[in-house]
């Protein structure tokens, strides 16, 4: 389990600034619900904490960051390619092992895209893929989580299902949510950002909906 420690960070696009000084650390078995309304800096944040975290975290990015063109098999297999030689996930390109496949259908039948296992991702609806990209980051289950509306494309049950299969993966996260009610329920902490600063900073279990809605 891994934490991180942000000090006095900024961001700024064409030299304005739209992100910080901002400062938060986030301690090992931490779950953080990052909420803010649209242009809040949510998604600029997350990837300064991804950077920051030298590949010791693992990112369910908002784009998601798949190849189209591959099954989504592949795209789930190629969150373990640094643990095999070259051969081996050459192989599995082609034709691939028993083991990869007794250990990743059983993700893409939880979040139920089994049918969908040897489809091009191409050929995907977006909540289908936004699920591809959650099958791929459960498969990984190293470090810290860091996920960007990782359920934006998906319904209310799915959502909660995809919530609580991240949130028994993966003891530390970060996750942007714009749904309030999910922040609340799948948190330990929730923290506001507003005009790139933080607003709220708050253990979840001491918030209600109506202290958050003022960030929206
Ligand atoms: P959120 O994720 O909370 O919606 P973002 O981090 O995407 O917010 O954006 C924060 C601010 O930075 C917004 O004002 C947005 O317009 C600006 N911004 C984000 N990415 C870029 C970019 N690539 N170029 C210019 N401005 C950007």
């Not at 299969?165 to 970060?174: A, G, R, V």
Request: with cysteine; net charge neutral.
């Amino acid at each position: 389990m891994t934490g991180i420690e942000l000090s006095e960070i900024t961001a700024s696009f064409g030299g304005e600034r739209v992100l910080g000084p901002l400062s938060f650390a986030v301690t090992p078995g931490e779950q953080v619900a990052l909420v803010g309304k649209s242009g809040a800096g949510k998604s600029t944040l997350m990837r300064l904490i991804y950077q920051q975290s030298n590949g010791g975290a693992t990112l369910i990015p908002q784009d998601l960051g798949l190849v189209h063109a591959l099954p989504v098999f592949h795209n789930v297999y190629m969150a373990q390619l640094n643990r095999h030689p070259t051969w081996y996930n050459v192989c599995t390109l082609v034709r691939p092992f028993q083991r990869e496949r007794r250990e990743i259908m059983p993700l893409l039948e939880q979040l139920g895209i089994n049918e969908k296992q040897w489809a091009p991702v191409a050929s995907l609806s977006g909540g289908q893929r936004q699920r591809v990209a959650i099958a791929r980051a459960l498969y990984r289950n190293s470090g810290m989580l860091l996920a960007d509306e990782p359920v934006s494309a998906l319904d209310g049950p799915m959502a909660h299902t995809v919530m609580a299969l991240l949130q028994e993966s993966y003891q530390t996260s970060i996750v942007a949510l714009h749904d309030i009610e999910l922040a609340l329920r799948y948190s330990h902490r929730i923290i506001g950002i507003q005009d790139g600063r933080i607003a709220l900073d708050e253990p979840s279990a001491r918030l209600s909906e109506a202290d958050i809605l003022p960030l929206y």
